[in-house]
T-cell receptor, first 114, second 114 residues
Framework: AQSVAQPEDQVNVAEGNPLTVKCTYS??????LFWYVQYPNRGLQFLLK??????LVKGSYGFEAEFNKSQTSFHLKKPSALVSDSALYFC????????????FGQGTTLQVKP | DAGVTQSPTHLIKTRGQQVTLRCSPI?????VSWYQQVLGQGPQFIFQYYEKEERGRGNFPDRFSARQFPNYSSELNVNALLLGDSALYLCASSAPGQGLYGYTFGSGTRLTVV
């Protein structure tokens, strides 16, 4: 069965420090990987995606993610966290067929403290 | 350009009732997908429609149905509502040829079943 796991329910970091939100996946074939952010009572906002190519993907708001095929991971990173980055983050994976189906992790709440 | 619009934003229904949720995709987008996000969990895929045909279905009971209209808008119907159907229902659209790459999510409809 295909799945996406986010092992941490919550990540706490101090403003200005680097942050990492972890994600591992189990998807058949070449995975399409995504990170979305959700603010309270809002939909999902796209941050970045990995389809193919460089393992380091740069996205919106200074976020980046590193694709590691051997570890089946796609961790989200940012060199310097902002208080405004506090939100719920979802990792998602899609298979190679275009059925429109994304498999989401359970989400990680990022709390950035001043 | 308007984003993906969903209506209503909130609604409250009684167990056993039926509900219809609506989604208008971004202009030019022909694919619409529906997701259910229960509180504390990641979104779960319900349906995908492309050019008015169902292209994918998630693991949801037959009480859930959907359709897509000639203008590419979509409706999600849920019959015989259960308390467990309480969730945020998200719609996403993408342009032809983009599939998962080009997903844009709406802000969702918050359904509460009492």
């Amino acid at each position: 069965a295909q799945s996406v796991a986010q092992p941490e329910d919550q990540v706490n970091v101090a403003e200005g420090n680097p942050l990492t939100v972890k994600c591992t996946y189990s998807v058949s074939g070449n995975p399409y990987l995504f990170w979305y952010v959700q603010y309270p009572n809002r939909g999902l906002q796209f941050l970045l995606k990995y389809i193919t190519g460089d393992n380091l993907v740069k996205g919106s708001y200074g976020f980046e993610a590193e694709f590691n095929k051997s570890q089946t991971s796609f961790h989200l990173k940012k060199p310097s966290a902002l208080v405004s980055d506090s939100a719920l983050y979802f990792c998602a994976a899609g298979g190679s067929s275009n059925t429109g189906k994304l498999i989401f992790g359970q989400g990680t709440t990022l709390q950035v403290k001043p | 350009d308007a984003g993906v619009t969903q209506s209503p934003t909130h609604l409250i229904k009684t167990r056993g009732q039926q509900v219809t949720l609506r989604c208008s995709p971004i202009s030019g987008h022909k694919s619409v997908s529906w997701y259910q996000q229960v509180l504390g969990q990641g979104p779960q895929f319900i349906f995908q429609y492309y050019e008015k045909e169902e292209r994918g279905r998630g693991n949801f009971p037959d009480r859930f149905s959907a359709r897509q209209f000639p203008n590419y808008s979509s409706e999600l119907n849920v019959n015989a509502l259960l308390l467990g159907d309480s969730a945020l229902y998200l719609c996403a659209s993408s342009a032809p040829g983009q599939g998962l790459y080009g997903y844009t999510f709406g802000s969702g409809t918050r359904l509460t079943v009492v």
